[in-house]
């Protein structure tokens, strides 16, 4: 458990640091689920679908996130 505390105040102070999108909303968006998707984070932080993209996208980029696709969607 201890480490998941760690693993989430790193992400939240390199993604605060970094991004101009940084909210509490999308750290713990991706620290609940085991992963992610464009639907989730639309969902959760109420914003367009292509801005949830461009959220993944340069989360990817950044090393924070592994983009995988499956079947037809993306999950990151």
Excluded: C
């Amino acid at each position: 458990m201890q480490a998941i505390k760690v693993a989430l105040q790193d992400y939240k102070h390199r993604i605060r640091a970094d991004h101009k999108f940084y909210s509490q909303d999308l750290i713990n968006n991706l620290f609940m689920h085991p992963y992610t998707k464009i639907d989730f984070i639309e969902r959760d932080l109420q914003v367009s679908r292509m801005t949830a993209t461009k959220y993944l996208e340069a989360l990817v980029e950044a090393g924070f996130l592994r983009k995988q696709r499956v079947g037809r969607s993306n999950y990151s």
